[in-house]
Nanobody, 124 residues
Framework: QVQLVESGGGLVQAGGSLRLSCAASGGTFSRYFMGWFRQAPGKEREFVAAISRFGDNEYYEDSVKGRFTISRANGENTLFLQMNSLKPEDTAVYYC?????????????????WGQGTQVTVSS
C-alpha cells in the first residue's frame, strides 16, 4: 500500500509559477496510475491532471491545459505538477492520488490512495 505526501504549495501572485511534488513510499511507484486533484473552499474536490504508470499518457482538465504539466519520476518515487500562469481561481488545496488500475478517469472514487494535501494560494 502506497503512502503519498505532497509538498511545494504556497502563496504566489497571479501569473506566477509553483511546482508541486508528491513523494510516494511503501509501494512500487510504477504500479500506480497517478492524478492531481484540488478542492477550493466550499467546493467539491475536482480533477486537475493525471498520468499513466510510465508517463506516456497525460490527461488534463480543460481549465489548466497549456498552463499545468504533470510528470513523474518513477526512479525517485515522485509525482510532479508544474503550474505556470497561475490565476486566483487556481487557489485550492491540491491532492495527489493513486490507483493500481491501468487507467482512471476524473472521478475521485476511482482513486484508492490520497495524500494530505498542500495549499496553493494565488493572489490577484
Amino acid at each position: 500500500q502506497v503512502q503519498l505526501v505532497e509538498s511545494g504549495g504556497g502563496l504566489v501572485q497571479a501569473g506566477g509559477s509553483l511546482r508541486l511534488s508528491c513523494a510516494a513510499s511503501g509501494g512500487t511507484f510504477s504500479r500506480y496510475f497517478m492524478g492531481w486533484f484540488r478542492q477550493a473552499p466550499g467546493k467539491e474536490r475536482e480533477f486537475v491532471a493525471a498520468i499513466s504508470r510510465f508517463g506516456d499518457n497525460e490527461y488534463y482538465e480543460d481549465s489548466v491545459k497549456g498552463r499545468f504539466t504533470i510528470s513523474r519520476a518513477n526512479g525517485e518515487n515522485t509525482l510532479f505538477l508544474q503550474m505556470n500562469s497561475l490565476k486566483p481561481e487556481d487557489t485550492a488545496v491540491y491532492y495527489c492520488a493513486g490507483t493500481e488500475a491501468n487507467y482512471a478517469g476524473r472521478g475521485t472514487y476511482l482513486y484508492d490512495y490520497w495524500g494530505q494535501g498542500t495549499q496553493v494560494t494565488v493572489s490577484s
